[in-house]
């Protein structure tokens, strides 16, 4: 028998879940248009998709559709998440202290 070791690079890429592959496969095979693309029935459809897992996501977490924000990937995310912080925290000071290891 192989033992596979355990995989601890999560906040790199983990594994899709089935149910997550089962939603997704739509978008995939058939429904695949850039939500950005707001001149044809493809972008229509997958705006509305990403609008109603927006609804969804933020139901599920007590939030409104308008506090959930979705990136294309950690850099733009961490990036969000500092300047949030440096306009926060503007008033304190004009410096923002981070480590290479955050990302």
Excluded at 11 to 30: G, K, N, S
Excluded at 37 to 62: C, D, K, N
Aim: hydrophobic letters at 40%; proline letters at 5%.
């Amino acid at each position: 028998m192989v033992h596979r070791p355990i995989y601890l690079d999560c906040h790199a890429t983990t594994p899709l879940d089935q149910r997550v592959y089962e939603l997704m496969l739509p978008y995939f095979m058939e429904h695949f248009g850039n939500p950005a693309s707001v001149a044809h029935v493809y972008g229509w459809e997958a705006e509305a998709a990403v609008q109603r897992s927006r609804e969804s996501l933020a139901h599920a977490i007590h939030a409104t559709p308008e506090e959930i924000v979705f990136t294309s990937g950690a850099t733009e995310a961490n990036n969000l998440a500092l300047k949030g912080v440096a306009e926060a925290y503007f008033s304190r000071g004009r410096h923002v202290i981070t480590l290479q290891t955050e990302h």
